[in-house]
């Protein structure tokens, strides 16, 4: 399919999402966050799941967060809405509560398809969570924060990059230094000019330091200290 036609089936996607039903979230949820951005995108940023203001606004990377998102980004010459984002699970979870296997298990295929109708050349997961259900390596993202793996997402093998969530960087002034410095390494990556805002020319993506890893089809508390 071509961008225009990728972007109405994820449309299709999208108001099917609105209406389901297939765990007990849907009982308490005020909205469907589905994800949103340009849907061409080369890069897109995956999260747990909605929080509070997520919930309210029907918006991925609400509020605080989302305003970290932007200054980051643009840091490498990106707008939010030139990436996608989107999160595992697409309803709030009760008092933000982990997502249970159940949970995960009803929405994630939801997040597949929509990373396969995007086709992003790189996936930026944001907190733990979302980088043990992609990279499938149940590793906390203190260890792993920043190192560059190939995945394979479906029939399509991507660049992984874990990173810190910013809801988790924004009370903790050294994760915040090392989430800086992970995405300046992201902009390398996609071929951005470094820091100054502006854009390079694209460059073919670099080694990746891990094996390719194949997987099947975000993060309010995104940082899991003392998993090792």
């Given at each position: 399919m071509?961008?225009?036609?990728?972007?109405?089936?994820l449309?299709?996607?999208?108001?099917?999402?609105?209406?389901?039903?297939?765990?007990?979230l849907?009982?308490?949820?005020?909205?469907?966050?589905?994800?949103e951005?340009?849907?061409?995108a080369?890069l897109?940023?995956?999260?747990?799941a909605?929080?509070?203001h997520?919930?309210?606004?029907?918006?991925?990377?609400?509020g605080?967060?989302r305003?970290?998102?932007?200054?980051?980004?643009?840091?490498?010459g990106?707008?939010?809405?030139e990436?996608?984002?989107?999160t595992?699970?697409?309803?709030?979870?009760?008092?933000?509560?982990?997502?249970?296997?159940?949970?995960?298990?009803?929405?994630?295929?939801?997040?597949?398809?929509?990373?396969?109708?995007?086709?992003?050349?790189?996936?930026?997961?944001?907190?733990s969570?979302?980088t043990?259900?992609?990279s499938?390596?149940?590793?906390?993202?203190?260890?792993?924060h920043?190192?560059?793996?190939?995945?394979?997402l479906?029939?399509?093998?991507v660049?992984?990059?874990?990173?810190?969530?910013?809801?988790?960087?924004?009370?903790t002034?050294?994760?915040l230094?090392?989430?800086?410095q992970?995405?300046?390494r992201?902009?390398?990556?996609?071929?951005?000019?470094?820091?100054?805002?502006?854009?390079?020319?694209?460059?073919p993506?670099?080694?990746p330091?891990?094996?390719?890893?194949?997987?099947g089809?975000g993060?309010r508390?995104?940082v899991?200290?003392?998993?090792?």
């Amino acid at each position: 399919m071509d961008a225009s036609e990728r972007a109405l089936a994820l449309h299709t996607v999208a108001d099917e999402a609105a209406g389901c039903t297939r765990c007990s979230l849907a009982s308490g949820r005020t909205a469907v966050v589905f994800g949103e951005g340009d849907p061409d995108a080369e890069l897109a940023l995956v999260g747990e799941a909605p929080g509070f203001h997520e919930d309210r606004e029907g918006t991925p990377f609400a509020g605080r967060s989302r305003a970290l998102l932007e200054r980051l980004l643009g840091g490498i010459g990106l707008r939010l809405d030139e990436v996608y984002l989107a999160t595992v699970l697409k309803c709030r979870t009760p008092g933000n509560r982990d997502p249970s296997p159940e949970e995960t298990a009803a929405c994630e295929p939801y997040l597949y398809r929509q990373l396969e109708l995007v086709q992003p050349r790189v996936v930026a997961t944001l907190g733990s969570f979302a980088t043990t259900l992609l990279s499938g390596r149940a590793l906390g993202i203190t260890r792993v924060h920043g190192q560059e793996q190939e995945v394979t997402l479906g029939a399509r093998s991507v660049r992984l990059v874990p990173l810190y969530h910013p809801a988790a960087a924004l009370y903790t002034p050294t994760m915040l230094e090392v989430l800086e410095q992970d995405v300046t390494r992201l902009g390398a990556l996609l071929g951005r000019a470094d820091g100054a805002g502006g854009e390079s020319p694209r460059r073919p993506i670099a080694d990746p330091l891990r094996a390719p890893v194949a997987v099947g089809a975000g993060d309010r508390h995104p940082v899991q200290l003392g998993l090792f």
